[in-house]
């Protein structure tokens, strides 16, 4: 299976900061890869996939990039809303697999 | 807009089993493999394993964690994919998302939808 080493597992920051998130996978994975939102109690909500393709109704502060093994999420003015645990998907190969996530919490 | 609406979810035994139900609306249900994804308490999200349409001969994919446990079908007349999940571990404990988690092997969906999720619990 490949792996996604998603990094850091959580993070202080404050309104205003640019955050950037990354995710490592165990093999190259082209650009099979997607970032999601999830707020707590909530359901999961894609904001990028084809690893930079922003997600329709998605705020532009939020980009994406990398391909290979190492990606990148990046938000760049944190807002209140933004308070969020963060996962990546790679679906290169079956079983597709999410990174263990990163809880954004405020500072 | 997609709409997906879980169901079964409950408690059951270690060692038991349990249907879970997804009813589809608002898109083309029988052209669109379906996903279910899950979330154990407090923790991340795991893909369970997907079906794909009937041109595709209704093939499944599965996580090597629920691999001959677990088996999805789907009814297309009914716009519903199941989850039928035997032989439960007090690890399967979660809740569970339908979805049409819109990246595929070879491609990328616009798309992506997921269901309000039905909590499972295994406990005796």
């Known amino acids: 299976d490949i792996q996604m080493a998603q990094s850091p597992s959580a993070m202080s920051a404050s309104v205003g900061d640019r955050v950037t998130i990354t995710c490592r996978a165990s093999q190259d994975i082209g650009n099979y890869l997607a970032w999601f939102q999830q707020k707590p109690g909530k359901v999961p909500k894609r904001l990028i996939y084809a690893s930079s393709t922003l997600q329709s109704g998605v705020p532009s502060r939020f980009s994406g990039s990398g391909s290979g093994t190492e990606f990148t999420l990046t938000i760049s003015s944190l807002q209140p809303e933004d308070f969020a645990t963060y996962y990546c998907l790679q679906h290169y190969r079956y079983p597709l697999t999410f990174g263990g996530g990163t809880k954004v919490e405020i500072k | 807009e997609m709409q997906l609406v879980e169901s079964g979810g409950g408690l059951v035994q270690p060692g038991g089993s349990l249907r879970l139900s997804c009813e589809a609306s608002?898109?083309?249900?029988?052209?669109?493999?379906m996903d279910w994804v899950r979330q154990a308490p407090r923790k991340g999200l795991e893909w369970v394993g997907r079906?794909?349409?009937?041109?595709?001969?209704?093939?499944?994919e599965y996580a090597a964690s629920v691999k001959g446990r677990f088996t999805i079908s789907r009814d297309d007349s009914k716009s519903s994919v199941f989850l039928q999940m035997n032989n439960v571990k007090t690890e399967d404990t979660a809740v569970y998302y339908c979805?049409?988690?819109?990246?595929?092997?070879?491609?990328?969906?616009?798309?992506?939808?997921w269901g309000q999720g039905t909590l499972v619990i295994v406990s005796s």
């Open positions: 979805a049409y988690v819109g990246g595929y092997v070879g491609g990328t969906s616009a798309v992506d939808s």
């Open positions: 079906i794909r349409p009937k041109a595709n001969s209704y093939t499944t």
């Open positions: 608002g898109f083309p249900f029988s052209d669109y493999y």
